[in-house]
């Protein structure tokens, strides 16, 4: 097919140095509601990648703590100005509906809005040195330095967002970043890049490869220029990146299986509230969330009460053409993933489950499907499920109980919690081995400068969120004086 003489087909070239580069191999970008094709990324190699962090390397950059917040601020306002074109690019690729792709854009403006700010504030210390017996008429003063070169490697499901919680704090921190967007959805990270220069960043300091992971995957890891590899995507390329990376300081965000736990203290209306949280947060962005809902935990007590308002509210969501700005819920990214989740779905109503909602799936669109008593060891509540299934597991009146089947799974990224009781919430806080536990909200609550990221097989520990991701991309010079 000659895709460059199609004008409906968007033909990108990688972003490498201020050059626009072109392959004459290509990798295709579909759409998943009707798996036409929209666009066509260049299938890079290690060559490519090579350059790229060579480029990034040999670059000193010299921003201004001023000039850095007005790139960001004015990368803020460019995105608000392209809101549609670029909502409609994250449906196209995405499959997301409409509604979904404007609220990325809008994380992803306030993304630039913090490091903007975070930009603008010293973030050195200073220790006297005069405080004890041996003390000394001297200070010491610590500043945060950039690195050479910061690998990113992104995820499919938060094409604009994702990508900005890497180079934002990268900007930041005056760092050069090579960024490898998934070979599913890397349009908007190349447009993202034009959004950037256009702010006035310098083409070194962000740079944009494309390829199939087994043509360019290694070098995104082992390239000898790069000191930080920050990494969001599933659990096993996770794992590879881990025993591949060596030295290299890595960031791991993977993947989920958060619970939203429903205690047996609510009233009739906050039940409606917590049937609105679990039925939002199961479906926003397709189920396509690291932190979307993947398992409902409801305690026995209040579940006949609680399971018809989430079916209804479940019913009410009008899933279709992601285009259509009415629609609620979009596609998963394809429709093998639909498949696969909707498989689980029959095997776990094998397994006892009960299908209470299951309208047809047509291809990549995958309806909002409810499954109650669901085994709390099925695989569709073991594993993650990324799309908009969701399953209740009815569980104990005991809290005790109800967290050690939370806890019970490979993952730890976050969870939500609905009571009303302060004890019991503060002991759900202490008892889940989660990186977020949120009362009465989603797990995916945050702001994007709030410390956020995973344990267990969910992330090794380092946080993102604007403020952690630029302790991560810089290192800690200290120096002393000898004043005091
Ligand atoms: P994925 O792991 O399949 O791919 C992620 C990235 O890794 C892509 O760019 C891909 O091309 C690249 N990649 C694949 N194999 C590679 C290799 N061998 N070497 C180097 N790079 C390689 O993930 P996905 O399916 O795109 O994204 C969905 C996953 O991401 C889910 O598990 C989701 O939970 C997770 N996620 C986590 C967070 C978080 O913050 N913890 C946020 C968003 C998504």
Not at 466 to 479: D, P, R, S
């Amino acid at each position: 097919m000659n895709t460059m003489t199609n004008p409906r087909i968007r033909s990108e070239g990688m972003r490498i140095g201020g050059e626009v580069v072109f392959t004459d191999d290509v990798v295709e970008v579909l759409f998943p509601y009707t798996d036409e094709v929209i666009g066509t990324v260049p299938a890079g190699t290690a060559e490519h990648a090579r350059r790229a962090f060579e480029i990034a390397a040999n670059y000193r950059p010299r921003l201004s703590r001023y000039e850095r917040s007005q790139i960001l601020q004015r990368a803020r306002e460019l995105i608000g100005e392209r809101r549609d074109e670029l909502a409609k690019w994250l449906t196209l690729e995405l499959g997301i509906c409409h509604q979904h792709a404007i609220y990325e854009t809008k994380r992803a403006q306030d993304v630039y809005q913090f490091a903007a700010a975070e930009a603008m504030k010293d973030n050195g210390e200073i220790f006297s040195c005069d405080l004890t017996h041996n003390g000394k008429a001297r200070k010491i003063f610590t500043k945060r330095e950039p690195v050479r070169a910061i690998s990113a490697i992104t995820p499919f499901n938060h094409p604009l967002n994702m990508v900005s919680h890497k180079i934002a704090p990268s900007i930041a921190t005056n760092n050069c970043m090579v960024c490898k967007p998934t070979e599913l959805t890397p349009l908007t990270c190349i447009a993202l890049a034009d959004i950037l220069y256009e702010a006035g960043l310098p083409p070194e300091m962000f740079q944009v490869v494309t390829g199939m992971p087994q043509d360019i995957g290694d070098e995104m890891i082992t390239n000898e220029n790069i000191d930080i590899i920050t990494f969001t995507g599933g659990v096993p390329v996770g794992k590879i990146i881990a025993a591949k990376a060596g030295y290299k300081r890595q960031a791991l965000e993977l993947g989920g299986n958060d619970p939203l736990i429903i205690c047996n203290d609510l009233s009739d209306a906050d039940l409606e509230e917590a049937a609105t949280i679990a039925v939002a947060g199961a479906t926003g962005n397709s189920g396509q969330r690291c932190t979307a809902i993947k398992r409902i935990l409801v305690q026995e007590s209040v579940a006949e009460k609680f399971v018809p308002l989430v079916l209804e509210k479940a019913r009410r969501i009008k899933f279709g053409d992601p285009r259509d700005p009415e629609t609620e819920l979009g596609c998963v990214i394809h429709s093998q993933a639909a498949e696969l989740f909707e498989n689980r779905v029959l095997q776990a109503e094998k397994d006892g489950a009960k299908i209470l909602y299951h309208p047809e799936r047509r291809g990549a669109l995958l309806p909002p499907i409810v499954v109650d008593h669901v085994p709390h060891d099925s695989e569709l509540v073991m594993e993650e499920t990324f799309g908009p299934i969701i399953p209740i597991v009815r569980v104990s009146d005991i809290d005790e109980e109800v967290m050690a089947i939370s806890n019970s799974t490979d993952f730890g990224l976050s969870s939500g919690v609905c009571t009303n009781d302060l004890n019991r919430a503060i002991s759900y806080i202490n008892g889940l081995e989660v990186g977020t536990c949120n009362i009465w909200e989603q797990p995916g609550y945050r702001i994007e400068m709030s410390p956020f990221g995973g344990i267990k097989d969910s992330g090794n520990g380092v946080k993102e969120g604007v403020i952690e991701a630029m302790k991560f991309f810089t290192n800690v010079k200290t120096y002393s004086l000898p004043w005091p």
